[in-house]
């Protein structure tokens, strides 16, 4: 429920600096259909649009983890595009790629890089809640389960967070 995802998040948050690098992050094996699971978890933020089936196989990931990740990407989205948000799944031999898109402004490409920096809020976030935390933590937590994070502005407007599982 909502309050349990916020509680989530939130705990993501009051973490120490040094307690930031030690969060644990420990990858055990998991059936990619719970991607799915955590995707219909998110509708409470807003519109959540599943472009294609989740490609069933097993991924390694930190489940709690992975999902403080997804959550922090459907909080921003929804809080900086305000538009409905489609996530792709795409497979391939070694990872699956769960694309996040929405129709907002996007960012400015001189800020893109600096996303995921500590402590970094970008221009759009100004009068917004955050501690520019979210975005380097998720990218920290999906380097250490072996697979990735990238941020890039959408053709045509928006922005896509692409999170790359490691099967």
């Known amino acids: 429920d909502a309050d349990s995802r916020k509680h989530l998040v939130d705990n993501m948050f009051r973490a120490t600096l040094e307690e930031l690098e030690e969060l ?6 998991e059936s990619s259909l719970i991607l799915g699971d955590m995707l219909s978890e998110l509708q409470f933020y807003g519109t959540v649009e599943q472009k294609n089936e989740v490609p069933q196989c097993l991924i390694s990931v930190d489940k709690l983890r992975l999902e403080q990740v997804i959550n ?7 809080k900086y595009a305000g538009t409905p948000l489609k996530v792709e799944f795409i497979s391939d031999e070694k990872m699956v790629h769960m694309l996040f898109m929405d129709r907002g402004p996007g960012v400015p490409e001189e800020e893109i890089s600096m996303l995921t920096t500590k402590f970094y809020r970008g221009s ?9 935390l979210g975005l380097y933590l998720a990218s920290n937590f999906m380097e250490r389960m072996g697979g990735g994070f990238e941020i890039r502005n959408r053709d045509g407007g928006g922005l896509v967070v692409e999170i790359v599982i490691k099967k």
């Open 24 to 29: 644990k992050v420990e990858p055990r094996e």
């Open 72 to 78: 922090n990407i459907a909080g921003n989205s929804f």
């Open 124 to 132: 759009v976030a100004s009068g917004k809640d955050g501690s520019g």
